[in-house]
């Protein structure tokens, strides 16, 4: 349907008045001409002259449609000579020919045509016309959406004209007013008063009313049902009130009755031409076809707006806004041009406009989703933040919402990971604090999940608990809930809660029994059985880890803590058997490994187990990386040792003087005596024979 700016109406009646009088008052003034004129006219006559031109002026150029420039000339006229007897009529076609304008362009103020209607009503109180002076300004205020203003002058004009030709229309129009500011009770009590009317249009007309304040208080399904009683009983009504096609329309819209509220704001259009309400009308239809996903329609009517309107005008700005919005792309169509067109500021006038200058508009959130994609995709994350922020105060779309909520807790991770890689977790603890709102509105669990890692760090083993426990009702991958159950186990171990530590892992024992990661949940059982002080279990789990295959970075701890117990509970040739396959798959460094070999060589020399510390110490001395360690000193001292209790007195001195050529007097000391002492017993060894 083609929708044109102008419309066919009929010609109306008070042109063809107009027009007649014309007719008169040129023939008689041409007759007057004729008669009087003389080459030597009076000044008086000459200005008989100019004022009879300037009235042919003005008619002749109302008569050729040449609206504006006629009322230019009626009101010269009407400013010319006011004690004229056509002075009134000038002001008044003067006023409706404004009036008129106002209407069909959006050139002419309201403001204007309001004060050449009062003007007339203050200086021709005696008119014929200055009743519909009255409802005149009334009406030019309600345009100008000075309801107050309109409310007392339709209310004068019913006062002082009760029987007025447009009495039942001031009383609409009245009601309208006042339910624009939300004066329901009074715009009903005016409704009511047009339904006992005794003028069928004007009957309708209250009817219709209480639909318009269902409408206006967001009843859209009372007030559809009202305008659909309506127009059923009588279809023609809204020939004479085209508004009630608007209303039903719109209302329709607003129940997602599409197709139907479309139809009825495409009448509406046709009917009523350039009108106040028609970039209004046009808007609602040009989201109506977004809302479809009709683009190509949708743009239609926003370029027409855009086209129709001014450029600083609120719909003209909105509109621009929605033709730069980009539709989400196909995945077969890929994004790479809405990323591209996303990163580049450039775009981002119409969005701004918006926010600058209808900030309240409902349609601003929608520029602020905009512009914080944009903000987000070009990573200047400040600003996205910021504007994220503003629009979570207002209510918004679930979807859009959720959206603002992953970007700014996106930002949020960035933010706290950066903090925990300084280290400043006192940092982390106080954005966790002051963002509250924002973390709580992020569905993700993993910002809940660093929040409780700086938690940890800072020892507040109950708090960082906490946290871990909400961040299990979040979205997260099975990596990162994995991980999450496992600094929960860490933090009851470490605050003491054994009882909450037990009961978790027993949990964690069944849901993940097939998994690589049984062998964390073993070791975290081990820990917790050495915190019970049941050492035999707490091993009997350490083995366990160590036996299901544990991830490479985990394993030197496993080792470590294996290890440890082993010995500490004095099985001492299983940690030998642990310790050699450590070795060969190479679970621990050198240097611990090392450690470890020297703790078993101890272990058996305070044994008396000589045999087997050789062994040991033997392994450590096979490692290249002693050398550069303080303790080969002692090695060598105590290998020394082991192979003088093993009757390997000449193997022996070598280590022993490599134990005294060493940096540790001490150590030095001792090698010396065992020395000495090894001489002295191969002395005495060859004497005994002699001496029996």
Not at 527 to 550: C, I, K, N, T, W
């Amino acid at each position: 349907m083609v929708l044109s700016a102008k419309c066919n109406r009929p010609f109306p009646a008070y042109y063809v008045f107009f027009i007649c009088m014309a007719a008169v008052g040129i023939f008689c003034a041409s007759s007057a001409y004729g008669q009087n004129s003389s080459p030597k006219s009076s000044a008086g006559e000459i200005v008989v002259l100019q004022q009879e031109a300037l009235w042919d002026k003005a008619m002749g150029l109302f008569l050729n449609g040449e609206d504006e420039e006629s009322a230019k000339q009626f009101l010269t006229y009407y400013k010319r000579y006011p004690e004229s007897a056509e002075a009134e009529e000038a002001l008044w076609r003067g006023a409706f020919l404004y009036r008129g304008l106002a209407l069909s362009s959006p050139n002419v103020e309201w403001d204007a045509v309001m004060e050449l209607f009062r003007s007339f009503t203050i200086e021709y109180p005696e008119s014929a016309k200055l009743a519909d002076a009255y409802f005149e300004v009334a009406n030019a205020y309600s345009k100008m959406n000075y309801h107050r203003e309109a409310i007392t002058y339709y209310s004068l004009y019913l006062k002082r004209f009760p029987s007025g030709n447009k009495a039942g229309k001031a009383i609409f129009l009245k009601a309208g007013s006042l339910l624009q500011i939300q004066r329901f009770n009074e715009a009903s009590g005016v409704y009511a008063e047009l339904r006992n009317s005794v003028d069928i249009k004007d009957r309708l007309r209250g009817e219709a009313g209480e639909g318009h304040i269902f409408f206006t208080q967001g009843q859209y399904h009372d007030a559809l049902g009202i305008y659909k009683r309506i127009l059923r009983h009588n279809p023609s009504f809204y020939v004479e009130d085209p508004e009630i096609l608007r209303f039903a329309g719109t209302a329709s819209l607003r129940v997602n009755n599409e197709e139907e509220g479309r139809g009825n704001l495409l009448h509406y259009l046709n009917l009523s031409g350039p009108g106040q309400y028609r970039g209004e009308v046009l808007f609602e239809l040009a989201e109506s076809y977004l809302k479809a996903g009709n683009i190509t329609a949708a743009h239609h009517f926003y370029n027409q707006i855009v086209l129709e309107g001014d450029k600083e005008e609120k719909l003209v700005l909105l509109s621009l806004f929605r033709l730069a919005q980009k539709p989400e792309s196909s995945p077969e169509d890929g994004d790479k041009e809405k990323h591209e067109e996303l990163a580049s500021s450039k775009n981002d006038k119409p969005f701004q406009d918006v926010l600058d200058k209808h900030y309240a508009d409902p349609l601003s959130q929608d520029a602020r989703y905009e512009l914080v994609k944009r903000h987000w995709e070009r990573k200047e994350f400040d600003q996205a933040y910021v504007l994220g922020k503003a629009y979570l105060r207002y209510e918004t779309d679930p979807g859009q919402k959720k959206d603002i909520h992953d970007i700014l807790g996106h930002i949020l991770e960035n933010r706290i990971e950066s903090l925990l890689d300084q280290q400043t977790y006192e940092e982390v603890y106080q954005v966790y604090q002051d963002e509250y709102p924002y973390v709580k509105g992020y569905q993700r669990g993993r910002l809940l999940y660093l929040v409780g890692r700086a938690l940890e760090s800072m020892s507040l083993w109950k708090e960082a608990s906490i946290v871990y426990y909400r961040a299990l009702g979040l979205s997260l991958t099975a990596d990162e809930k994995m991980e999450l159950y496992f600094h929960r186990v860490q933090t009851y171990l470490a605050g003491n809660d054994l009882k909450s530590a037990q009961r978790l892992l027993k949990y964690l024992r069944k849901i993940y029994v097939n998994d690589p990661a049984i062998a964390e949940i073993y070791f975290l059982s081990g820990a917790l059985r050495e915190s019970q002080q049941r050492p035999e279990d707490g091993l009997e789990f350490y083995q366990m880890a160590v036996e299901s295959h544990p991830e490479e970075q985990r394993r030197a701890e496993y080792a470590e803590n294996y290890l440890r117990l082993l010995f500490d509970r004095q099985k001492i040739a299983d940690a030998e058997n642990a310790l050699d396959r450590f070795g060969k798959e190479t679970w621990l460094k050198q240097d611990r490994e090392i450690f470890w070999y020297i703790h078993l060589g101890d272990t058996y020399r305070n044994l008396n187990n000589f045999i087997q510390a050789k062994a040991a110490y033997s392994k450590v001395l096979e490692n290249p990386l002693v050398a550069e360690l303080p303790v080969l000193q002692s090695v060598h001292l105590y290998m020394g040792d082991a192979l003088l209790k093993t009757g390997e007195e000449k193997e022996a001195a070598v280590y022993l003087e490599k134990a005294i050529n060493g940096r540790d007097a001490t150590i030095q000391g001792l090698a010396r005596e065992r020395l000495e002492q090894a001489k002295i017993d191969k002395s005495l060894a060859e004497l005994e024979p002699v001496l029996r």
